[in-house]
């Protein structure tokens, strides 16, 4: 390998680490109005509040004094827009969230069982009306959409990385009110930056197996997931 490469790859892979979570996250509340917290009109139009810096080293949510008064009974889970539903990992995402969501609400209608209902409904979720007669006749009047903020692989040689993110919204049938939204990103890299011939064929190595691994994207997704409902209170 060239100098010039070498230098590359260092200096590739050590921002690529520099990104990563460092052990640990915290949790922290970001007020309702933000600018990038579409909730709602902010107490304060002419200073809104500063969105908190997504880091990857933080879970950082948002809930309404609604959900409190009123928490809703059952929750739809959809994805947020045509790109996630597209998503390879969309099964995984839906899966993850209709597991830990479960934990929180009585009656939970994840992506599958959804799509059998508005089959047979003949409804489209995405027309108000359609929504609305939804909501009456399976009784469960909040949606709770995902969305991926990134997803990402890095290769180079002796260093691998990927990152997932997700945003997830928590509204009710025909309201732009929203009850909760949290958002959070994990990374996980393999290999490392060699200082020898023998420590680029041993990084390589792991590296290689660090991508080979078809359990660490499911894993990812739903470690984002469990650490994103920990900012959602149960609602009963």
Same mark, same amino acid.
């Given at each position: 390998?060239?100098? !010039?490469?070498?230098?590359?790859?260092?200096?590739?892979?050590?921002?690529?680490?520099?990104?990563?979570? =460092?052990? /640990? +996250?915290?949790?922290?509340?970001?007020?309702?109005?933000?600018?990038?917290?579409?909730? /709602? =009109?902010?107490?304060?139009?002419?200073? %809104?509040?500063?969105?908190?810096?997504? $880091?990857?080293? #933080?879970?950082?949510?948002?809930?309404?004094?609604? +959900?409190? #008064?009123?928490? %809703?009974?059952?929750?739809?889970?959809?994805? =947020?827009?045509?790109?996630?539903?597209?998503?390879?990992?969309?099964? $995984?995402?839906?899966?993850?969230?209709? !597991?830990?969501?479960?934990?929180?609400?009585?009656?939970?209608? /994840? %992506?599958?069982?959804?799509?059998?209902?508005?089959?047979?409904?003949?409804?489209?979720?995405?027309?108000?009306?359609?929504?609305?007669?939804?909501?009456?006749?399976?009784?469960?009047?909040?949606?709770?959409?995902?969305?991926?903020?990134? =997803?990402?692989?890095?290769?180079?040689?002796?260093?691998?990385? #990927?990152? !997932?993110g997700l945003a997830l919204t928590l509204k009710r049938f025909g309201k732009d009110d929203i009850l909760w939204q949290a958002r959070h990103r994990t990374s996980r890299t393999g290999g490392g930056l060699p200082l020898s011939p023998v420590g680029l064929v041993v990084d390589t190595v792991r590296a290689g197996q660090f991508m080979d691994d078809r359990d660490m994207l499911p894993s990812m997704?739903? $470690?984002?997931? #469990?650490?994103?409902?920990?900012?959602?209170?149960?609602? +009963?």
């Open positions: 390998m060239s100098v !010039i490469k070498s230098h590359l790859l260092i200096l590739i892979a050590s921002s690529l680490l520099a990104g990563c979570m =460092a052990g /640990g +996250y915290s949790v922290e509340r970001e007020p309702m109005g933000s600018p990038r917290n579409t909730s /709602g =009109a902010s107490t304060n139009t002419q200073h %809104p509040p500063t969105p908190i810096q997504d $880091d990857g080293q #933080r879970v950082i949510f948002s809930l309404s004094q609604d +959900y409190d #008064r009123d928490p %809703p009974a059952c929750v739809v889970i959809r994805s =947020a827009d045509a790109s996630s539903a597209r998503s390879v990992l969309a099964a $995984d995402v839906g899966q993850a969230v209709t !597991i830990h969501l479960q934990a929180k609400f009585d009656r939970v209608i /994840g %992506p599958a069982q959804l799509q059998r209902l508005l089959a047979k409904q003949k409804l489209d979720l995405d027309h108000p009306g359609d929504a609305r007669a939804f909501a009456w006749k399976t009784r469960c009047r909040a949606v709770l959409t995902w969305k991926l903020t990134s =997803a990402s692989e890095t290769f180079l040689l002796a260093f691998g990385a #990927r990152n !997932i997704i739903h $470690d984002v997931v #469990r650490r994103l409902f920990t900012t959602l209170p149960e609602s +009963y």
